[in-house]
């Protein structure tokens, strides 16, 4: 079914950046819609970048011990589902605090708060339940990974407010997005490692990376309302400022592998470490095509960064087997 052959019922109300064939504004229950809008249930990509983080930390948790086993299977699982929970979460929560800024915003006036399909109050109803069955599932985990989980809330707090006090909030998305990475090692091993730390840290640069090509579809915006992004602190320098963030991902998480394969089989590490050249491989594909001017490039790099993150995974599973 093509956009302009949909019903009015599927296209009322829908966010302007969702893909026009999401599943939400297609299938789901039309009263579930603006409360799914909300959490971004129609935009998936931004639970993906949450979860791959998770799924390096326990590959190279799993990795690091040399054993799998059925829980590990369960906070693979675990993890999808609470990414797709505190995404929702974290996107309700975000939307509330900028309410007042969205409506200002070509990109996010259509969502659901600024466009009046669901009032602040209810968003914070929305926030609190996503948040609960979330904490249900980490209780599930064992207690050092519970107090992460909780300490995760931290960064995804203060998230929505650090653009209007730094240059640098794709730093903060940084901390909140990655920490899945210090998380699912913790439920693996049951510790804090510096192969994790290292792993949070290559995350964060490339949330940067991606962040920053995606601030720029409201550069023009948020330089006019005074909002502050890495977008317009690098301007026409943002390509080089890319590049940096593409190699020090590589670097940061290269050690990662190292620390985390060290006393294991020297093949394994070998094997493992082709995968973040192979991220840094996508990262260098995303810089060759980047325009700054072309708004419908830019999310399509942005999105791609699923694919990115995905590009590690087999290296990492395939080598935790030899």
């Keep these: 079914m093509t956009d302009a052959e949909q019903t009015p019922e599927a296209t009322a109300g829908r966010v302007a950046d969702a893909p026009p064939d999401n599943w939400v504004d297609r299938y789901a229950p039309v009263a579930t819609r603006p409360y799914l809008r909300l959490s971004r249930a129609d935009r998936p990509i931004g639970t993906w970048l949450l979860l791959l983080p998770c799924w390096w930390g326990l590959l190279l948790a799993m990795l690091h011990t040399g054993r799998a086993g059925w829980h590990d299977l369960w906070i693979f699982v675990g993890c999808a589902i609470g990414a797709f929970l505190m995404r929702g979460a974290g996107c309700t929560w975000n939307d509330y605090t900028d309410r007042h800024i969205d409506g200002q915003v070509a990109r996010t006036a259509s969502r659901p708060i600024p466009s009046g399909q669901v009032s602040a109050?209810?968003?914070?109803?929305?926030?609190?339940?996503?948040?609960?069955?979330?904490?249900?599932?980490?209780?599930?985990?064992?207690?050092?990974?519970?107090?992460?989980?909780?300490?995760?809330?931290?960064?995804?707090?203060?998230y929505p407010f650090a653009k209007r006090f730094t240059w640098w909030p794709q730093v903060f998305l940084g901390l909140a997005f990655n920490w899945g990475a210090l998380f699912a090692w913790t439920a693996h091993t049951g510790s804090l490692g510096w192969p994790a730390v290292f792993l949070y840290l290559a995350g964060i640069a490339w949330t940067l990376f991606y962040d920053t090509i995606y601030a720029h579809q409201d550069a023009e915006d948020d330089a006019l309302i005074g909002v502050k992004s890495t977008a317009l602190l690098f301007g026409s320098d943002t390509a080089r400022w890319l590049r940096r963030f593409l190699v020090v991902t590589v670097l940061l998480m290269a050690v990662a592998v190292i620390l985390a394969g060290k006393g294991g089989h020297p093949f394994a590490v070998l094997l493992a470490l082709l995968g973040p050249w192979a991220l840094g491989a996508h990262l260098m594909w995303q810089l060759a095509r980047l325009d700054t001017e072309n708004m419908p490039l830019l999310i399509r790099l942005f999105r791609s960064n699923r694919d990115a993150g995905l590009l590690p995974l087999p290296f990492f599973a395939i080598a935790m087997l030899l």
């Design 121 to 158: 109050k209810m968003a914070l109803v929305w926030m609190v339940g996503q948040a609960l069955v979330a904490f249900g599932i980490l209780l599930t985990f064992n207690w050092a990974a519970i107090g992460l989980g909780v300490l995760s809330l931290v960064p995804v707090c203060v």
